[in-house]
Each structure stands twice: as structure tokens, then as C-alpha cells.
């Protein structure tokens, strides 16, 4: 009896195949059928030999084998599908002929045929009866040939080997350096050995090392894991390569909680390295990359902010040397300038100015509620993040990049026509935050608009800065000189010729509304607003707490706002961890009270006589002048980041409010809440300090002097 399978790519037509069946049956041959189409779309009685639905086949895998076979070619789709299926490949072994139904089915027929190269292989059923009439004819020439073609042919043999060589391979190497092995001494120190291996292939060596990092890390020995990638990186000769292990190596490095400089400054000067060679050889688009991948290692969230120190303030020059020195940098900072000046403030109807932001205006709503009651103002608001053309935009930090080496052009194109109706209605723009608003304003020339963009603090940290073009930019508004001071250390292009004019103003804040009458015993009782990130460093203040004490156990600490975000870095988990450690020691005894976020700040505050600022870096701190106008006694940490510098915490506040450690806190606090008239006295006089310096019917007129020229 002959055997046949028909292969289908669709579903047949119930029809055709009803005809075709009893054709077959008519010279005496059995009928399978295999193919992509539903059980259910196939006539139960036309009495087949057998029949499987390789779509169902498909869904018995699993979600993902269906949704990557779904991705394939109609072709390549029906074998992925049968090749990987018992009944077919059972089927096609014994067929004497195998049919393709359409078009579709005929390269699963030829795979097919290479492991049954007895069978008959075949495209329509005309052909397949032909096939049928010849076995027919001369029984004895087919047994001969069948017999000789028991084996598959060599070419899948060939292939059926190396897959079995590269399957074994592939399950011994996973076997040998699994996570469990690497948990052991003796499997680490293997394996190291064998990626830093002499005369491997530089390929070979990446791919073994990323193998062993994870495996490592998996294990637990995450410090191995850096290492591991360290090591294959210095050993490899191609630098494309070599730059991506050693960025692998640093992020693994700080996924762990831990950074070394060193090795980070190696990763951030191999991708500079480069992004030179590519933008040299005109390809902008992964100078981008290299130079986004260099700036991100350079400015990672768990060493500038989820730590108390930051190699950026230290030194911004020699931080940022290597992309000062790299041809790549260069280009993308290099001033682009503007067709024509700025325009001065119109005379006969209002200014038009445009605020904008991206997502953040905590600080803007003293300024837009001033000038949209000014009569010689017209004020439009503008978040970056609440527009559906703009938002996409404004996230391209790697398209900004680019753009600004040459390519990407659509792109500007589409910011220009984005901004351009903005930028055409407005006199003045005033971009709060130096983040992606202000890069994306002035990725476009502004025409006669007026540009002026405001940095806080958090911006210097990050590689923002670094994609606005200052030439483009009129007005630089800083919160403090020490911020100033910094960020033109960092960007030497603010004390070129043709660079914005650089303000020092202080933040808009109504003070007013926190003035508050307090009992005498609120001088015991010390207040910390906002410890939402490790720059704020409570700790410091828990040790101020344990050295009043230490002398009088009726102070007590008050801890206003939201803990830490465990979410942001290891670095910040870390710290976490240690500050509640502190806290379940203190705690328990009535010391510390943890109040979480509220909407009423000047509430709080009422209880609270000591007013602590313990961050290691502030633009400003807002938090401290509110509680120092709420009648709480200013305690101002000599912020670390600008300690000892031409501008710091001693500049900007009275120095007497000033202390450089947790002791000197201490005792200034003691001296001063020892009698109740002495706490109210102080207090007054920082109140109307506060008062008189930072209220906004004292700063609105500087804003006024820097909008309207007044």
C-alpha cells in the first residue's frame, strides 16, 4: 500500500480535497494530512489515515513558540511548525509520497523529502497521482531505490550533526558555568581563568564573559560578576567591543551598590573614544550612541545623587576632562547660534512670555500668578509633558545628540514645526528646569524670542546641561552663586564670549502663610522636612539628636515627608538600610517620629522649634527658610558638596546659622533653646531675616527687573 501525506499551508478547500481524496483511495493509497489550519475546518468523515493541525500543534507549545512562529513567513512558518512535531516528522518518514497542497507547504515537502529520500516529493495532487502510477508500474526499480535511500541525504546529516555538536556544546557550557558553580571558590576562580585566557578570539571572550558575569551574579558573587567583565574587556583588542564590556562592567558595578571611579572613568573614556572614531568617519548615529552611553556612565543617579559625596562637585573640570578633550563632544556642544539678537520687550502692547516646563512646576506658581495679573503682561503656560507632539519629542535624549552632530534630520524638522508656533507667539520664553524642555528649545533656532532658562540643583548632576546650546540661550537664573559657580565650572561655554547672562535669584516662595505661634516646649523638638532622597542625609541629623540627648532627653526629632526611595539605585537602598537601622534604635524610646507626607507643611510646623537643614547639597532649601520664618531655630549644615568653595552655605545664609558637624549642631542648638526667652529671641530675628531676604514681595521685583527690564 503507498502512503501519502499532503502538507498544507491554508486551509484546503473542502471541495478540492474531498475529490482528491477519492482519487487517492481509487489507485489504492492511505492519505494523511498536516498543515496550518483549524481541526474544526476539516470534514470529520472524509475518513483520513490521520490528520494534525499544526496551528494546534503551535498553541500545545506555548504562548511564546505561537507568538514567534506567528512572526515568520507563511513558508517557514508551516516547517518551524511541523519539524518540531512527533506526528509529522512519524509521518513523513513513512510516506512514499509527500504532497504540497500550495505554495506555502512546498519548502516543509522539501525539508521532508531530506530526511525521507525514499519518498516521492511533490507540488499538486496531479503530480502525486503520477507518482503513485509510477511506483505502481515498476514495483522492483522502487524497491531497489528505496533501499538505497534509507538514510537521510548528507547535507542533513551535516546539518542534524552541528546542531547536535552546537546543542551539546551549548547545554554543557550552561551546565558547567551555571550559577551553581559559580557559587563555589573553585568554579569562580575557573572560569575567570578561562575568560582571561590568552589567544581567544575577541568575540568568543565577550560572549564567555557576559556568560560567566551572569551566572556570577546569579550566584551571588556580584563583585565577581564586575570583575569578570573588567577583565575580558582589558583583554580585548577590537575597542568597539572592548568599551561595550567595560560600560557592561561599570553598570553591573553600580547595580550592586557599590562604584568605582575608575573603572566607570574607563568605561565613559573607551565610549568617548569611540564616538570620536565613528563621528570621524561621518556616522552620527552611533556617535550618538557612544556618546549617550559615555554621558549616562558619567552621570549615573547612585553616585551623584543616592551618595553623600559627588566626584562632579570635587572638581567639575577634571571630572569632566575627557569630554572636554573628545572631538565627538565638541561637536555636539559647539554653538550653533541664531540668525538674529533677541528682541527687547515690545513697546505699545504687553509681553507675550511663555512658561514652560517638563512635568515639575512646584516653583513656578508665585511667578505665573504675578504676571497673569500683570497688565503689561500676557502669560501662556506650557508643560512639555502634557503635550501629545511635544512629549515623545522632549524623551529623545539620543536624538538630540545626534541631531546635533548632523544627522537626524526629520527630527529637527519635527521640533521645528512643534515649536515653531510657540516660539513665533512669544516674546519671552522662561524654561524652568535646565532639563529636556530647555534642550529641546534650543535644539531649534528661537528666531527673536528671548530665551531665558533657570536651573535649580539637580540639573548640574546630570548630563542635561550638556545639550542645551547656550548660544541659543539669553538668560541663565540660577537659585544661588554656589550653583553658578558650579555649573560654569562644568560648562566652560557660560564664560565664553557670546554666553547668557548669568542671574542669581532666589526661589519665588510665599512666606507669610508659615508664620505660627509656638509653645515653649517646642524648642525641644527638631524638624526635618522632605528626606526623600540621600542628598537630604538624615543620618547626619540622628547624630545631632544622639548628642543632645546625651545632655537632655526631652529633644526629639520630627521627620516631615516621604522616607527614602528604595527604588531609585542600590546606592539608595543602601543608605536606607543603614538609616533604619538607626531609627529602630530610636524609635522605640520616643526620639524620632515619623510624620510622612502632608499637605499642611505650616501645620507641622507648629510643634517644630529647631529647624534642620543636613543635606549634603541644596540649591536653596526652601524647607529651611519656611521653618525659619514658622519660628523654628535655622541650623544650616555646611553642605559638603560646596563646603571650603568662594560660595557655599555660609554665603547664602547668616553665619551663625552654619555648622560643619553634628556636635557643633549640637551645641549651637543647646546654647540657644537652654531658656525659652533665648530660643524666641533667636528665632524672631531668623524669621524676619527669612522675611525681609526671600519673600516673594521681596525677590518679585528682581523677576520683574529680569522680564520686563522694570
Known amino acids: 500500500m503507498t502512503h501519502v501525506l499532503l502538507i498544507a499551508g491554508t486551509t484546503p478547500q473542502p471541495a478540492v480535497l474531498k475529490a482528491s481524496l477519492e482519487k487517492f483511495r481509487a489507485v489504492g493509497a492511505t492519505v494523511?494530512?498536516?498543515?496550518?489550519?483549524?481541526?474544526?475546518?476539516?470534514?470529520?468523515?472524509?475518513?483520513?489515515?490521520?490528520?494534525?493541525?499544526?496551528?494546534?500543534?503551535?498553541?500545545?507549545?506555548?504562548?511564546?513558540?505561537?507568538?514567534?512562529?506567528?512572526?515568520?513567513?507563511?513558508?517557514?512558518?508551516?516547517w518551524v511548525s511541523a519539524e518540531r512535531d512527533r506526528q509529522v516528522r512519524r509521518a513523513g518518514r513513512r510516506a512514499h509520497v509527500l504532497v504540497a497542497l500550495d505554495a506555502a507547504a512546498v519548502y516543509t515537502v522539501w525539508r521532508l523529502a531530506q530526511l525521507n529520500r525514499r519518498a516521492h516529493a511533490v507540488f499538486g495532487i496531479a503530480p502525486a497521482l503520477k507518482a503513485i502510477e509510477a511506483r505502481r508500474e515498476r514495483p522492483v526499480h522502487y524497491a531497489l531505490r528505496d533501499a538505497a535511500?534509507?538514510?537521510?541525504?548528507?547535507?542533513?546529516?551535516?546539518?542534524?550533526?552541528?546542531?547536535?555538536?552546537?546543542?551539546?556544546?551549548?547545554?554543557?557550557?550552561?551546565?558547567?558555568?551555571?550559577?551553581?558553580?559559580?557559587?563555589t571558590a573553585l568554579g569562580a576562580k575557573s572560569w575567570r581563568g578561562v575568560v582571561v585566557a590568552p589567544k581567544v578570539?575577541?568575540?568568543?571572550?565577550?560572549?564567555?564573559?557576559?556568560?560567566?558575569?551572569?551566572?556570577?551574579?546569579?550566584?551571588?558573587?556580584?563583585?565577581?560578576?564586575?570583575?569578570?567583565?573588567?577583565?575580558?574587556?582589558?583583554?580585548?583588542?577590537?575597542?568597539?567591543?572592548?568599551?561595550?564590556?567595560?560600560?557592561?562592567?561599570?553598570?553591573?558595578?553600580?547595580?550592586?551598590?557599590?562604584?568605582?571611579?575608575?573603572?566607570?572613568?574607563?568605561?565613559?573614556?573607551?565610549?568617548?573614544?569611540?564616538?570620536?572614531?565613528?563621528?570621524?568617519?561621518?556616522?552620527?548615529?552611533?556617535?550618538?550612541?557612544?556618546?549617550?552611553?559615555?554621558?549616562?556612565?558619567?552621570?549615573?543617579?547612585?553616585?551623584?545623587?543616592?551618595?553623600?559625596?559627588?566626584?562632579?562637585?570635587?572638581?567639575?573640570?577634571?571630572?569632566?576632562?575627557?569630554?572636554?578633550?573628545?572631538?565627538?563632544?565638541?561637536?555636539?556642544?559647539?554653538?550653533?547660534?541664531?540668525?538674529?539678537?533677541?528682541?527687547?520687550?515690545?513697546?505699545?502692547?504687553?509681553?507675550?512670555?511663555?512658561?514652560?516646563?517638563?512635568?515639575?512646576?512646584?516653583?513656578?506658581?508665585?511667578?505665573?500668578?504675578?504676571?497673569?495679573?500683570?497688565?503689561?503682561?500676557?502669560?501662556?503656560?506650557?508643560?512639555?509633558?502634557?503635550?501629545?507632539?511635544?512629549?515623545?519629542?522632549?524623551?529623545?535624549?539620543?536624538?538630540?545628540?545626534?541631531?546635533?552632530?548632523?544627522?537626524?534630520?526629520?527630527?529637527?524638522?519635527?521640533?521645528?514645526?512643534?515649536?515653531?508656533?510657540?516660539?513665533?507667539?512669544?516674546?519671552?520664553?522662561?524654561?524652568?528646569w535646565c532639563t529636556n524642555a530647555a534642550a529641546l528649545f534650543t535644539l531649534v533656532d528661537p528666531g527673536t524670542t528671548r530665551i531665558i532658562v533657570r536651573l535649580h540643583s539637580y540639573e548640574a548632576f546630570t548630563f542635561w546641561p550638556h545639550l542645551v546650546d547656550m548660544s541659543r540661550v539669553d538668560d541663565m537664573v540660577f537659585v544661588g552663586d554656589h550653583l553658578r559657580d558650579l555649573v560654569a565650572d562644568a560648562l566652560p561655554q557660560l564664560r565664553e564670549p557670546g554666553a547668557p547672562a548669568l542671574h542669581v535669584i532666589a526661589n519665588a516662595m510665599y512666606l507669610e502663610r508659615f508664620r505660627r505661634q509656638k509653645s515653649d516646649e517646642a524648642r525641644f523638638t527638631l524638624g526635618l522636612v522632605g528626606v526623600g532622597v540621600v542628598a537630604k542625609d538624615p543620618r547626619w541629623t540622628l547624630d545631632v539628636l544622639?548628642?543632645?540627648?546625651?545632655?537632655?532627653?526631652?529633644?526629639?526629632?520630627?521627620?516631615?515627608?516621604?522616607?527614602?526611595?528604595?527604588?531609585?539605585?542600590?546606592?539608595?537602598?543602601?543608605?536606607?538600610?543603614?538609616?533604619?537601622?538607626d531609627l529602630a534604635d530610636l524609635e522605640p524610646t520616643g526620639a524620632v517620629s515619623l510624620l510622612g507626607r502632608t499637605e499642611d507643611v505650616p501645620g507641622a510646623l507648629t510643634d517644630v522649634g529647631v529647624i534642620i537643614s543636613s543635606s549634603v547639597r541644596e540649591?536653596?532649601?526652601?524647607?529651611?527658610?519656611?521653618?525659619?520664618?514658622?519660628?523654628?531655630?535655622?541650623?544650616?549644615?555646611?553642605?559638603?558638596?560646596?563646603?571650603?568653595?568662594?560660595?557655599?552655605?555660609?554665603?547664602?545664609?547668616p553665619g551663625d546659622w552654619v555648622v560643619t558637624s553634628p556636635q557643633e549642631a549640637a551645641d549651637r542648638i543647646l546654647a540657644l533653646t537652654a531658656s525659652k526667652d533665648d530660643w524666641r529671641t533667636a528665632t524672631a530675628a531668623a524669621a524676619e531675616h527669612s522675611l525681609t531676604t526671600w519673600d516673594w514681595s521681596v525677590i518679585s521685583p528682581q523677576f520683574d527687573r529680569l522680564l520686563l527690564g522694570d
Open 32 to 78: 494523511e494530512l498536516a498543515g496550518l489550519f483549524s481541526p474544526d475546518d476539516v470534514d470529520p468523515d472524509l475518513d483520513l489515515a490521520g490528520l494534525r493541525s499544526l496551528t494546534e500543534a503551535a498553541a500545545e507549545r506555548g504562548r511564546p513558540f505561537e507568538r514567534r512562529v506567528a512572526r515568520l513567513s507563511g513558508p517557514r512558518r508551516v
Open 149 to 183: 535511500r534509507i538514510v537521510p541525504s548528507p547535507v542533513v546529516a551535516a546539518r542534524s550533526t552541528k546542531r547536535a555538536a552546537r546543542h551539546g556544546a551549548g547545554v554543557a557550557l550552561r551546565r558547567a558555568s551555571s550559577p551553581a558553580v559559580m557559587r
Open 201 to 432: 578570539p575577541d568575540r568568543l571572550r565577550a560572549k564567555l564573559a557576559r556568560r560567566v558575569s551572569t551566572s556570577m551574579a546569579k550566584g551571588g558573587r556580584r563583585a565577581g560578576a564586575t570583575m569578570v567583565l573588567n577583565d575580558a574587556a582589558r583583554r580585548t583588542g577590537d575597542r568597539v567591543l572592548r568599551a561595550d564590556l567595560l560600560a557592561e562592567a561599570a553598570r553591573a558595578d553600580l547595580a550592586r551598590g557599590h562604584d568605582d571611579p575608575e573603572l566607570r572613568r574607563a568605561a565613559y573614556g573607551a565610549a568617548l573614544a569611540v564616538a570620536d572614531q565613528r563621528y570621524a568617519r561621518g556616522d552620527a548615529k552611533r556617535a550618538a550612541a557612544s556618546l549617550s552611553s559615555a554621558l549616562t556612565l558619567a552621570f549615573p543617579r547612585a553616585v551623584h545623587f543616592d551618595s553623600v559625596t559627588s566626584p562632579l562637585a570635587a572638581d567639575p573640570e577634571g571630572y569632566l576632562a575627557p569630554f572636554h578633550a573628545g572631538s565627538a563632544f565638541k561637536a555636539m556642544t559647539a554653538p550653533r547660534g541664531r540668525e538674529l539678537p533677541s528682541a527687547p520687550a515690545p513697546a505699545g502692547r504687553p509681553l507675550r512670555l511663555l512658561v514652560t516646563t517638563y512635568s515639575n512646576a512646584n516653583f513656578l506658581q508665585p511667578i505665573r500668578e504675578r504676571y497673569a495679573d500683570h497688565p503689561g503682561v500676557e502669560v501662556r503656560f506650557l508643560d512639555i509633558k502634557d503635550d501629545e507632539t511635544l512629549r515623545p519629542l522632549a524623551r529623545g535624549a539620543q536624538r538630540m545628540m545626534e541631531y546635533a552632530l548632523g544627522g537626524q534630520p526629520a527630527f529637527g524638522d519635527a521640533v521645528e514645526e512643534a515649536l515653531r508656533p510657540h516660539l513665533d507667539w512669544a516674546d519671552t520664553v522662561f524654561v524652568d
Open 546 to 581: 544622639r548628642a543632645l540627648r546625651e545632655h537632655d532627653a526631652r529633644y526629639r526629632l520630627v521627620v516631615i515627608g516621604d522616607g527614602i526611595d528604595r527604588k531609585a539605585s542600590a546606592a539608595a537602598r543602601a543608605y536606607d538600610d543603614l538609616l533604619r537601622k
Open 619 to 653: 540649591s536653596f532649601h526652601c524647607a529651611l527658610v519656611e521653618g525659619a520664618v514658622s519660628g523654628a531655630l535655622p541650623v544650616v549644615r555646611d553642605w559638603p558638596f560646596f563646603a571650603g568653595k568662594e560660595h557655599s552655605a555660609r554665603t547664602l545664609f
